[in-house]
């Protein structure tokens, strides 16, 4: 009887150390998958979408305001002199700077 027992214990040795080393690759091989599955997943995966509106339009330029008509511009001017506001050389500066514009 003790070889019959020495030789269970023995397969019970060799048996358990078999399932803990089986136990051990098929997790090793487990995580090795679900990274290489992870992996692939990122590179398979679509684009992000891109926006789903379109941004809004900027807003209209104000409208620029009317050239002053030069004949109104000089009128003024002149109401300007003849109220003695302007002398006769900011005048005369002036009706140059309109007339040249």
């Not at 009887?1 to 214990?9: A, E, Q």
């Not at 997790?27 to 379109?54: G, S, V």
């Not at 109104?72 to 050389?89: M, R, S, V, W």
Request: proline share 11%.
């Amino acid at each position: 009887m003790p070889g019959l027992l020495r030789g269970v214990v023995r397969t019970a040795a060799v048996v358990g150390t078999a399932s803990a080393v089986n136990g051990r690759v098929q997790r090793r091989q487990q995580q090795k998958f679900a990274q290489q599955d992870a992996q692939d997943a990122y590179e398979q995966a679509p684009p992000p979408q891109q926006q789903m509106y379109e941004a809004p339009a900027p807003p209209p330029a104000p409208a620029a305001e009317p050239a002053p008509d030069k004949f109104e511009q000089l009128k003024t001017l002149g109401d300007l002199k003849a109220q003695g506001i302007l002398t006769e050389e900011e005048f005369a500066a002036e009706k140059a700077k309109i007339l040249a514009g």
